[in-house]
């Protein structure tokens, strides 16, 4: 799973134990550079990249975690 940090520019990674319900911080995924915005609304494709709106950056970043 992951959860976009806006205010940080960070994309976090989380690991979620189905068997057990338990979610897991597992790191930093992506770091986002300020001179493109903030990153903000955010899907996964079939192949596992992130695609990411940049809040004051003017585009969708693909970025493959």
């Known amino acids: 799973m992951y959860y976009t940090d806006t ?5 976090n990674r989380y690991r979620y134990d189905a068997a057990s319900g338990t979610i897991t911080y597992d790191g930093i995924a992506v770091t986002i ?6 990153p903000d ?4 494709d079939i192949h596992g990249n992130l695609w990411v709106a940049h809040w004051g ?6 970025y493959n975690p």
Not at 57 to 62: K, L
Request: aromatic share 14%; with cysteine.
């Open 7 to 11: 205010p940080t520019r960070q994309i």
């Open 33 to 38: 550079d300020p001179a493109t915005g903030f």
């Open 41 to 44: 609304g955010m899907t996964i």
């Open 57 to 62: 950056g003017y585009g969708v970043y693909c």
